[in-house]
């Protein structure tokens, strides 16, 4: 590509994030099939056996998600119930330090949350916000796209032009946005509810432009084939069309900016947290729980932050070594 | 390189070096902003003190807060405190040169009353200043005030000719719609004059050579930075790049004393943190109880004063660095307070007194808090929240920065809350100021109980409230507001929780006093 | 071709009207303003007075008719905060977040380059896989930790490099503040520079690696090789500069992005530039600030979007052909 066009640019803005526009119309034959029709035949499934690497990071991810749905069963206290929290056993180090206690494994934090279980939770709290707040993403990116590709003239025009204008404010200028609309509008609401649903929007409406511009790509080449042209012959409605024939051959690039952008959407929470926009400390996110224990790093209280930012890193790294092979994998120039 | 050449670059080099050797800069971070220069732009702790540097007021306050002679050298009260006669110092030099005469500090009287200044409290409305002769006035009241004085000291004077010339004769209103000279600009009487002010990022202090005390600090420069984030703030300090800073968080005083840089001054602080509660509806906002207000019912709020336990607070959230107060008033500010005790931590007792207010299994309600203004602020109303939990309440907490706290709890705001934190240090450092402005019963058009958030009303601390005010003999004037906050406390109009504590780093290399009113004063500073 | 400009600039002006108008009536729900003006004893009259003065009784289509004809003239009013005009308050931060933001850049160009072409080039090395670790870690843990880690490492146990503010500044010209042209600048700037320029170096890294690694693959390069060209030809005098026309592309790209996610390097290290201004200013609801901030951010988006459109419209001839046609 010596000399690319600003789709292509575009597309590689995407790739910057892992996702490849360039790789859509490689994908599969153009016969609609179910996503893991296709990874069960294909090539990929072999080639995630024979990554030692994705193997560990699925496996790592697997065991997180377990933790995080069975958080109830496998923690030994509520860290959202203040009734259960003795500010007596506050700050306490890990048990096998001098000073532990027994009771809490990995310590408590400032309030007496018991860090093992605070972790549970919050990491429950985390993958619910990102994924549902990529999840939101996905589907307000690929509706627009779609309908930006298929549709064509003003409609794209004025799609991509909303989608610069989004551009133009970064994820936590938006959660501020939203967070100060909410506040105003909900004056006297409970926050600790709210704050949730704040960041699943702030996340789910400031990353759906690359699933947009990818899908958009993918589909004014896909529109001009001749399975969509028959199917338009034949008179099927265009709504039909672009869900049952054009959507499964162009969604493919969208699971490795799904995945990779799980782990931009945790970090986001994070640093909103840190910025004070994120969950209640009485909620406590794994990002909430840093900036709880980033305040506690000089003082020598290094569990409270430890913990938490460690098992972020090692979430997020799975995450992302898992979109990186996913990458990898459905490139077909790379294979 | 010849000779001559090299000697002159060494003796250079020296002269660079004595300069460097001799030179004293002081590196001061705070928390907070020094967002405008104009003295009557905005009443905080912290503005107050930097200016302070800058501009002086007719009295001053010294290390122990006491009252002192400022640029009045002394003063007379006559007429049963309806007149005061105040004799100014005499060879007082601004810092553009000028002489400072009783015609500035009249300028000064009527802008700090003027519209758009946040200080018009400081002088009452109807006082008259009459001059008497170049250095000596009188001021005649309407009503004895024989408090009058109290907060003068943070009434900065004005040159009236300065102002005047450079169109800042009116007072900068926080609601500025145009930039102003004095908002940018400093020209006071004080030991200190400002080099270059860049708000929000950087004020350069020098000493001011015609000041006409006699300096007890060694500076030759003090660089002001803000830094509000605490952890780099202590980290700066930690690292040396700078020499003072406030605060340093409470969990950091170890790490900070442990280090051979710097150290932690320590001391208490006369602000009382408490909880109120919203006594006025007849429904309160944020609440499973309908149709009643469960805190207009003295059982409830005594319930809330046992569930409490301040001593854990004090220990594991304060990390020892508070004092648990029975009162809403520092101990160091009213004789009698040792005569009060805290209620004992209780909370079986506290269930049963909710059971007999007809709560058996408590009830819900929600809860603001700031979040960023005092110490630990957030933290005392989780913990709260989890001593409450335990006799059966259910608080929603509301922890939030102080600009949407204040937004939505104030006056402005319209009281929208229904069980807050706040602070409140008295500005005159007197009872009466927290009768006045914090139990008193609020009405429209009257100052009284304006911070009074939750509206606790009791009209017979009112009516003792107005007769402390003018009572001249002090032992009277406690045998009152001990009378007062006999009420006050068996009506649980509050809970209060502690005074906190000061904590300000400064380097191994400095030495500095602490005022218990937390205003860091470099001009009290020596540099190693 | 002229019609495709005008048009691609209208479009442009159109979409600064809606970052406008998203700024404008967005924050005008964050918070009211006065309350941040005035101490806990004003009396409400005058809080209503300083309501009027300041337009806010007014209606919201009128507010956003001044705010947009005051834009044009580079007038956003007076800070609330500061009562400085904000448009002096943020010309005189520019400096610092610009070069902050340039030393980032340019801190993730380079070594992301290099790092990426190595990994490419020794595609099972030891080193390459270390990289690509560290690259993932990089992506793994938020910038404010890593920026605490740096300081905390840097600063306070070793006490090599200042822990914040840009050291010595010196002023060039009538509005620019650098602080290139001193030692305790430079210094100051490495820490807050590789925490922000961290996350774009990773994405640099990996896709002049993965770029790389297509353009080894292709005939272009078996061609050379089978012309006998020397390896360290093909390698930087081929494959390279091909690589580095994107890369470049998406470096000036992401420069906006830099500059906005300066928000929270600047708050960890205290830097003085816009960003902290900007945080501070949504603590304070210092509307005029944050308002002028977003149409800032907004606007260098736009035109670093308008002109490496205008410039691929000129430099590449299929789609000049597809205008013309």
């Known amino acids: 590509m010596s000399h690319p066009n600003p789709e292509e640019i575009k597309g590689l803005t995407t790739a910057l994030t892992g996702a490849s526009a360039g790789a859509a119309p490689h994908l599969g034959p153009p016969r609609p099939r179910s996503l893991i029709e296709r990874m069960k035949d294909s090539d990929i499934w072999l080639s995630f056996k024979a990554s030692k690497l994705a193997m560990v990071a699925a496996l790592v991810f697997v065991l997180m998600t377990f933790g995080a749905i069975f958080a109830p069963l496998l923690a030994t206290m509520n860290p959202f119930d203040p009734a259960q929290i003795f500010l007596a056993d506050s700050s306490l180090p890990p048990a096998w330090a001098t000073g532990g206690d027994p009771r809490f494994f990995l310590g408590t934090d400032d309030q007496g949350r018991d860090m093992y279980s605070a972790i549970l939770y919050g990491l429950r709290i985390s993958l619910i916000v990102g994924g549902l707040g990529v999840l939101l993403a996905a589907l307000i990116g690929i509706t627009l796209g779609l309908v930006a590709g298929y549709v064509g003239g003003r409609v794209d025009a004025l799609i991509m032009r909303i989608a610069d204008v989004q551009l133009t404010f970064p994820a936590i200028l938006i959660a501020l946005l939203i967070d100060g609309v909410f506040r105003a509008l909900v004056k006297t609401g409970n926050k600790e509810e709210s704050a949730m649903f704040v960041l699943i929007l702030s996340i789910g409406l400031s990353f759906w432009v690359q699933y947009a511009r990818t899908i958009r790509g993918s589909t004014m080449v896909e529109k001009n084939k001749d399975y969509v042209q028959a199917a338009r012959l034949v008179g099927l409605p265009v709504p039909i069309i672009m869900l049952r024939h054009v959507l499964p051959n162009v969604i493919g690039p969208t699971l490795v900016i799904l995945t990779i952008n799980l782990g931009l959407a945790i970090i986001t929470e994070a640093t909103l947290s840190f910025l004070g926009v994120g969950l209640p400390p009485t909620q406590p996110s794994l990002g909430t729980l840093i900036s709880i224990g980033q305040r506690y790093l000089f003082s020598g209280d290094w569990w409270i932050v430890a913990f938490p930012g460690l098992t972020l890193a090692i979430l997020v790294l799975a995450v992302n070594l898992l979109g990186d092979w996913l990458r990898d994998a459905l490139n077909p120039k790379l294979r | 390189m010849s000779l001559r050449k090299l000697l002159l670059v060494a003796s250079t080099t020296l002269a660079l070096g004595i300069t460097m050797a001799s030179a004293k800069t002081l590196r001061y971070a705070n928390q907070g902003d020094l967002k405008s220069l104009d003295p009557y732009t905005l009443n905080e702790t912290t503005t107050n003190a930097h200016l302070g540097h800058v501009y002086e007021g007719l009295t001053s306050r010294g290390k122990n807060l006491a009252i002192g002679p400022g640029l009045a050298e002394r003063w007379e009260i006559l007429d049963g405190a309806k007149k005061w006669r105040f004799h100014l110092r005499k060879g007082v030099k601004f810092h553009n040169g000028e002489d400072f005469t009783a015609d500035d500090v009249i300028f000064s009287a009527d802008r700090v009353r003027a519209q758009g200044s946040n200080f018009q409290t400081r002088v009452p409305k109807g006082a008259k200043f009459n001059k008497i002769d170049s250095h000596t006035l009188e001021v005649e009241l309407e009503s004895p005030n024989p408090i009058l004085i109290a907060q003068w000291d943070t009434w900065y004077i004005v040159s009236k000719k300065w102002a005047e010339a450079n169109g800042s004769a009116a007072p900068t209103p926080a609601a500025a719609t145009t930039p102003s000279h004095i908002a940018l600009n400093a020209n006071g009487t004080g030991p200190f004059r400002i080099e270059s002010h860049q708000a929000g990022v950087r004020t350069v202090f020098k000493p001011h050579a015609g000041w006409w005390g006699k300096p007890e600090h060694n500076l030759t420069e003090i660089i002001f930075t803000p830094i509000p984030n605490d952890a780099t703030r202590v980290a700066a300090l930690l690292a040396g790049d700078v020499d003072v800073i406030e605060p340093v968080p409470v969990q950091d005083i170890a790490r900070v004393n442990g280090s051979d840089k710097a150290r932690v001054l320590a001391g208490p602080e006369l602000r009382t943190i408490f909880l109120g509660f919203d006594q006025t509806r007849d429904e309160l906002l944020e609440s499973n109880v309908k149709g009643k207000n469960p805190f207009k019912d003295v059982r409830v709020r005594q319930a809330f004063n046992m569930a409490i336990d301040k001593e854990t607070i004090k220990s594991r959230v304060m990390r020892g660095l508070s004092t648990p107060s029975a009162l809403m008033i520092a101990p160091e500010l009213f004789a009698f307070s040792a005569a009060y005790q805290s209620p004992k931590f209780d909370p079986d007792g506290a269930k049963k007194l909710l059971a007999d207010a007809g709560y058996p299994n408590g009830f819900e309600v929600g809860m603001d808090c700031p979040n960023d203004r005092y110490v630990n602020d957030g933290q005392i109303c989780q913990a709260a929240v989890g001593m409450l939990a335990r006799i059966g309440v259910k608080v929603n907490l509301n922890a939030q920065p102080k600009a949407q706290y204040f937004a939505k709890v104030l006056k402005s705001g319209g009281y929208k809350t229904s069980f807050y934190l706040l602070g409140w240090t008295p500005g005159t450092f007197d009872s009466h100021n927290v009768l006045h402005d914090i139990h008193g019963c609020r009405a429209d058009g009257s100052p009284r109980g304006e911070s009074n958030l939750g509206g606790y009303c009791n009209k017979e601390v009112d009516a003792l409230t107005d007769k402390i005010l003018v009572e001249g003999d002090s032992a009277k004037r406690n045998q009152m507001i001990k009378q007062a906050f006999d009420i006050t406390t068996k009506e649980f109009a509050y809970v209060p929780l502690h005074q906190q504590a000061l904590a300000w780093g400064i380097s191994r290399d400095v030495t500095l006093t602490q005022r218990a009113d937390n205003s860091v004063l470099l001009y009290w500073a020596t540099k190693k | ?325």
């Open chain 3, 1 to 325: 071709m002229l019609a495709f400009v005008v048009r691609r600039i209208l479009q442009s002006i159109l979409v600064m009207l809606a970052v406008a108008l998203i700024a404008f009536t967005l924050f005008r729900f964050v918070g009211d303003p006065v309350n941040q003006m005035v101490g806990a004893d004003t009396p409400q009259a005058e809080v209503e007075k300083m309501r009027e003065v300041l337009g806010l009784n007014d209606s919201t289509l009128v507010q956003f008719a001044r705010f947009i004809w005051n834009a044009l003239h580079f007038d956003f009013g007076i800070s609330y905060q500061f009562r400085q005009s904000v448009t002096a308050l943020l010309a005189e931060r520019a400096p610092a977040t610009l070069e902050l933001a340039l030393a980032a850049a340019a801190f993730a160009l380079v070594v992301g380059v290099l790092m990426g072409v190595y990994c490419a080039l020794r595609k099972d090395g030891f080193l390459a896989k270390l990289f690509q670790a560290v690259s993932l870690v990089g992506v793994s843990l938020p910038t404010f930790l890593i920026g605490i880690l740096l300081i905390y490492l840097f600063s306070v146990a070793l006490n090599w490099l200042p822990s914040n503010g840009r050291g010595q500044v010196v002023k060039v010209g009538d509005w620019w503040t650098t602080g290139f042209l001193t030692v305790s600048g430079w210094k100051a700037l490495i820490l807050p520079a590789i925490t922000l320029g961290l996350f774009q170096m990773t994405l640099i890294m990996r896709l002049v690696r993965s770029e790389m690694l297509e353009v080894l693959r292709t005939d272009y390069i078996k061609f050379a090789r089978a012309r006998g060209l020397t390896t360290r030809a093909i390698h930087f005098g081929h494959a390279l500069k091909n690589t580095l026309i994107p890369v470049i592309t998406i470096t000036g790209l992401q420069l906006g992005s830099i500059i906005a996610f300066a928000i929270i390097t600047e708050t960890v290290f205290n830097w003085p530039g816009m960003g902290l201004l900007f945080l501070k200013a949504v603590q304070n609801v210092d509307i005029p600030i944050m308002a002028a901030y977003l149409m800032l951010i907004g606007f260098l988006f736009v035109m670093i979007n308008l002109i490496v459109d205008l410039l691929y419209a000129f430099v590449d001839p299929r789609l000049r052909a597809a205008m013309q046609g």
